[in-house]
C-alpha cells in the first residue's frame, strides 16, 4: 500500500508542476497580448500612418517560383495603381507598401515568414500563398495573431470552410470548380454549334491524387449524382506518372459521354496526349489545373485545342478594368494575367476595406473585410466577372468559375451563358 | 459495379504499357544495381543525374535542333564525365567512412543538383517539339507508343552491354573481384579505386542513355528524375541487389505492377498494388529475385 501510494505522489507533483508552468505561460502570453494590443491601439489613436505594410507571401523560390514571383508582379502592379491614384484617402492618403515573404512552397518556411512578417515587419493585413497547404497554416497563425489574411490564389475548401474570422479569400474554392466542370459537362448539349452534342448521361472522373485532386474529385461525384449522371469510370494516379496511357485507356474503355479531370501540368500534357492516341472523341473538361497554363498550349500545339476547362478570368469576356489590367500586366511583365486575377482583385478589396476602416486597427480593418462590397457602378475597381464583389459568411468570395475551351491555340469563353462568346467545338480524332 | 468491370483491351493495353515502363525502369535502376553492386554505395543523386542529362539532351534538341535520339552521343559521355568528376571530387575522399556519410554526401548532392536546376531553368515543363512524343503505332485494339519502344530497346541493350563488359572485360572482371572482396582483388593486382571510378561511370552513362530515350516523350522538370530515382531503388531492391538480370527483371515487375493496377483497382488503391507487390517480395524473398541468400 505505501509503496504504491509513492509513483502516484510523484506524478501528482509532475502534474501540479505541469500546471504551474502552463498557467505561467498561458499568463505571459496573455501580458504580451495586452502590451500588443496598447501599443497599436495608442499609435492608431494617435495619428495615422503614412504607410501601410501588406505583408506578400508567395513561392520565390522552389518548384513553382516563377509563379511565385508573377504572383508579387500582379500584387505589385495592384498597389502602384492604388498609390498613383492617391493612397488610402480615408487615412490621409496613406500610401501601401509591399512587405515580400519567401514561402519557397513548404508549409512550415511559409509559416515562420508569416511570423516575421507580422512579429518583425509589423504589417497590418497579409495576403498569399499560392498553395493551399501553406494557406492553412498561416491562416491558424493569423489567426491567433489577430492580423486579417486574404488568400488570394490557394483553393482548398478547408481554407475557408474551418469558421476562422481573420482569413479571407478572393480566389475560388476547389469545390466550385468541380461544381463548374458537372454544370459545364450538363450544358453541353445546348453549347455545341449545331446541337450536335447528347444529353450527358455517363461520365469518367481521372483525377491526380494530391489533395488538389482529391477535392475536386469529390465535389465532380457529389454534382455528377445530383444531375443523375452514371459515374462508368473513376480513375485516379500519381502525377509524377512517365505516362497514363494505361489510365486514359481505362476512361475509354468506360466509354463515357464526357470526361472529368483534375491535373498539374506535366500529367495534363500526357492525357491529352494519350487521348490522341487512343483515338477518344469525347470531350475532356478539367478543373482550373495544368491545362490552364500557357505552356499547355505551346508544348501541345494543335493537340490542345478541344480541351475545355474552368477558369477565374478570360480577357476576352472581362469588363474594360479587367482587360486593361491583363493589357498592362502583359506590357509590364510579359506575363499571364489570368491566373493570378484573383490575388490581383484581392489587394483592391484590401484597399476598398482600408478604406473603409479608416484605420489599420486590426479589429476595424477585420470588420471592414467582413463588410467590404465592391459596387462596379460606384467606380469600384472589379475585374473578375461581377457587377459587385462581397465576402459569403465564411469569408468566401461569392462567385461562380467560367469555362473556356482551347480553340486555335487560345483559350475562348464558352460559359456560363452570359460569358459564351464561342459555342464549344468538337476536335474528334 | 460497373466501376470494376476490366475490359479486356484495357488489359492489354496495361500490359504492353507496363511492360514498356519496365523497361525504362530497369534502365534507371541498372547504374543503381551496378554502383551498389561494386562500391557498396548507393547514389541518392541517381534520379538528379537523369535530370540533368535530360536538360543536356532537351537543349540540344530545342535549341540545336537534334534528332531527340542523336543527342546520346554528347549526353552519355557527358552524365558519365559529371558522374567521373563527382566520384574523384568527392566520393573517392570518403570511400572507407562509414555508410552513413555516403549518403549523406549523395543525398546533398542531388539536392544540390536540383536546386541549381530550379534557379536556372525555375520549374517550367519543358516538352521537345518534334513529332516523336505522338508517334505511336496500333498493335490489336492496344496502341503502343513509338518512343516507349525504342527506350525499350535501349534499356536491353544497355543491360547486355553491361553483362557484356563486366564478364568478358578486364576491368569489368576485376570490377566483379571488387565487389567480392575489395581487399584481396586488391592484393592481386586490380586498382581498386579505378575499378570504382568506372563502376561509377558506367552507371551514370546509362542515365545519360536514359535521358535520351525519355526526352523523346516526357518533359523535363527539376523533380523529372527524382520519382524514377526512387522507383529504381525499388526496382534495385527488388532485383537482388547486385544482378543485372534480377535488376532488369524486377524492373518489368514493378513496371507491370504499376500499370495492371492502374487497369483493376479504383481510385488510388491502384498505386499501392505496386507497393504491395514490393512488400509481399521483401517478405518472401528479402534476398531480392535472383540472388542468393548471401552467407
Known sequence: MHRSLEPKHAALRIGVYALLVV????????CGNDTNANTDGTTNGTSSPKVIKIGSLWPLTGPVAKIGQECVQVVEMAVDEINAQGGIKSMGGAKLEIVSGDTGSAP???LGEARRLVEQEKVDIITGTYQSTVAIPVSQYCERARVPFLVGIAAADVITESGLQWTFRTAQTTHNYGKGQVELAVALPTLVEGGAFPEVKTAAVLWENSEFGQAVHAAN?????????????????????PDLTTQVSRVKAANPDVVLTSTWLNDAILIRRARAKLGMEQPFIDAVGGTSVDSFGEDLGPLADGQLLMTDFEPETANEAGQQAYNDFKEQYRGDFSSYATAYQGIYVIAKALENAGSTDPDKLQAALVNVKLVAADGD???LPMDTLQFDEKHQLKSEPLGVQWQNNVMVPVFPDAYAKYPVLLYNE | MKLLQLSSHVLVQALIDGLLYGGLLALVAVGVTLIFGV????NFAHGEFLMVGMYIAYFLVAGAGFNPYLTIVVTIPAVALMGVLIFKGTLSRILSDPPM?????TLGIGMILRNLALLVFHGDVRTIRS??????FNLGDAVVGTPHVVAFAGAVCAALGIAYVLRRTDIGRGAIAAAQDATAAALVGVSVRRVYMFAFALGSATLGLAASLLVAYQGVTPTAGAYLGIMAFLVTVLGGIRSILGCFLAGLVIGLAADIGAAVFPGT???GFTLCIFILVLIFRPQGLLSRRQA
Open chain 2, 131 to 136: 513529332e516523336w512524343p505522338d508517334a505511336h
Open chain 2, 101 to 105: 556519410n555516403q549518403i549523406m554526401l
Open chain 2, 269 to 271: 488503391l491502384s498505386q
Open chain 1, 381 to 383: 475597381k472589379i475585374i
Open chain 2, 39 to 42: 562500391m557498396k554505395i548507393i
Open chain 1, 23 to 30: 498557467v505561467a505561460a498561458a499568463l505571459l502570453a496573455a
Open chain 1, 108 to 110: 512550415d518556411i511559409g
Open chain 1, 221 to 241: 461525384l457529389t454534382y455528377l449524382v445530383q444531375h443523375h449522371i452514371e459515374v462508368v469510370a473513376d480513375v485516379s494516379y500519381d502525377a509524377m506518372s
